[in-house]
C-alpha cells in the first residue's frame, strides 16, 4: 500500500488508481474513435511512468502499471461507447479527485495532478499532425487541461 493512502477508504484509493486510466481514455476518445496510436500512447506512457515517474509517484505507478493494458480495454468496455456518455462519465469520476487530494499529502497531489496532465498532453499529440505528431485536434484540446480537476497547489 502507498503511504499516502493509509488514511483513504477502499473507493477513494480505486479512483485514485484507476485516474490514469481515465485520463486515457477521455482524451483516447475524445474525437469519438480510441484509435490505434492513441491506445499504444496510453501504454507506453503507463510503462515509462513506473521508472520514469517524479519519485513519489514510482511506486503509485507501479501499482497503476500492472495489468494495465488489460485494465485499459476492460474500462473502454464498461464506459458507454457514445462519446458524450463516456465524456460525462469518466469527468464525473475525475472530479473525485477534487474530495480525495485534500486528505493526502499535498505534494503528492500536486505532482499526481502535473502527472496526469502530462499524460493527457502526450495522448492528445499522439494521433494527428505531420505524420501523427505534434498536433492536437479541438477534441482532445478542450479536455487536455483537465479543468475538471482542481489544482490542489492552489
Do not use: C, W
Not at 476518445?29 to 514510482?58: F, M, W, Y
Not at 499522439?126 to 492536437?136: D, E, T
Not at 479536455?143 to 475538471?148: F, N, P, S, T
Amino acid at each position: 500500500m502507498i503511504k499516502e493512502f493509509e488514511n483513504l477508504r477502499e473507493d477513494e484509493v480505486k479512483v485514485l488508481l484507476d485516474a490514469p486510466l481515465h485520463v486515457a481514455i477521455l482524451i483516447a476518445g475524445a474525437d469519438g474513435n480510441i484509435d490505434k496510436s492513441e491506445r499504444k500512447e496510453a501504454i507506453d506512457v503507463a510503462r515509462s511512468k513506473q521508472s520514469r515517474a517524479r519519485e513519489q509517484l514510482v511506486e503509485y505507478y507501479k501499482i497503476v502499471g500492472e495489468n494495465y493494458e488489460e485494465k485499459f480495454n476492460d474500462l473502454i468496455d464498461k464506459l458507454p461507447s457514445g462519446t458524450e456518455e463516456r465524456e460525462k462519465e469518466i469527468t464525473q469520476e475525475l472530479r473525485k479527485l477534487n474530495f480525495i487530494f485534500p486528505k493526502i499529502d499535498k505534494n503528492f497531489a500536486i505532482k499526481l495532478y502535473a502527472s496526469l496532465k502530462e499524460e493527457a498532453k502526450k495522448i492528445a499529440e499522439s494521433s494527428g499532425g505531420i505524420l501523427g505528431y505534434l498536433s492536437v485536434g479541438y477534441e482532445e484540446r478542450k479536455l487536455m487541461d483537465l479543468k475538471m480537476i482542481k489544482d490542489p497547489e492552489k
